[in-house]
């Protein structure tokens, strides 16, 4: 237990971005992509985007804090992002209307379904 504590606790393991300076996450407006047909839902401390990589087709889209450490976060900040999952899922299904069943994964810390 103890070395995961350790591992849990290094701040390379938890952030391999250089605090942010190196995260496509960190800057969502140009290196991450709208969803086609209705684009973002933004919310003062959550914004969403489209997977390029969808493994729930017909609908995948990513909702991510405006802020960079994703473990880190306020009951507004968490309030926002599950609004702007709800609103991303209204959205979508306004457009899949057969993709009738909402599905949340929560996903974070290096490699957790990142393509880098």
């Not at 926002?80 to 009738?100: I, K, Y």
Request: hydrophobic fraction near 40%.
């Amino acid at each position: 237990m103890y070395v995961v504590q350790q591992i849990l606790q290094s701040s390379e393991f938890l952030d391999s971005t250089d605090n942010g300076a190196k995260c496509d996450f960190c800057s969502w407006r140009l290196l991450t992509a709208s969803d086609p047909g209705f684009g973002r839902i933004e919310l003062p401390h959550a914004v969403t985007g489209s997977n390029l990589f969808k493994y729930a087709e017909p609908s995948h889209g990513v909702v991510l804090f405006k802020h960079h450490q994703p473990l880190q976060f306020s009951q507004a900040q968490l309030s926002d992002l599950l609004d702007a999952s709800w609103l991303w899922f209204q959205a979508s299904h306004a457009l899949q209307p057969a993709a009738g069943q909402p599905f949340l994964l929560w996903n974070c810390l290096p490699r957790a379904g990142a393509s880098h």
